[in-house]
């Protein structure tokens, strides 16, 4: 994360994603596989893109046919785009931290107990009802965000500042819906 100032001289917090070409290598059409989709590659590896809102791989290949380089240059400042990655993994955590208990008191005859959930619920049920907030993983979930801003592009360095903070760690990969 960075930031980087508005005209008006404020300062805007903005995440900067490296956004590599990926070269269309396959149509898929719904006729021949049942579904419409773009396989891409990047850095030798392939990977599907599936379209969306009715589109015809007619036209998709007319408008991206096998070979075309897929770049950041679809985006322009200003646009509302919808992102999606997995979350830090922050391990096995106990409720204080998972899920805000506040833990016990300091005094009033409270020994070893500081950070210990208390009374998990009604007596009589002989059985933790599911649901129930508790230690556990926590993180490593697929987050999506939607109408994060383009604040801005720069496609001679593959780079693209979205405003804001981004789940994920440094080097996640980061889908970016248009």
């Known amino acids: ?77 200003g646009d509302r785009v919808t992102i999606a990655s997995i979350s830090k993994s922050k391990g096995f955590q106990g409720g204080v931290k998972r899920h805000g208990f506040h833990g016990a008191a300091s005094t009033h005859g409270v020994k070893h107990a500081h950070r210990q959930p208390g009374s998990i619920g009604a007596g009589g049920v002989q059985r933790v009802l599911k649901g129930q907030r508790m230690a556990g993983r926590m993180g490593g979930d697929r987050i999506t965000m939607r109408g994060v801003r383009v604040v801005y592009v720069y496609p001679e360095k593959n780079l693209i500042a979205l405003k804001g903070g981004i789940p994920g760690h440094r080097g996640s990969l980061v889908e970016i819906k248009g």
């Open 1 to 77: 994360m960075t930031q980087m100032f508005r005209e008006d001289g404020k300062a805007e917090p903005v995440t900067l994603v490296l956004v590599e070409p990926a070269e269309i290598s396959l149509l898929r059409t719904k006729e021949k596989d049942g579904y419409d989709a773009l396989q891409v590659k990047r850095n030798s590896v392939r990977c599907e893109v599936r379209l969306r809102n009715g589109a015809e791989v007619a036209d998709a290949g007319s408008t991206y046919p096998v070979g075309t380089s897929l770049t950041i240059s679809q985006f322009s400042v």
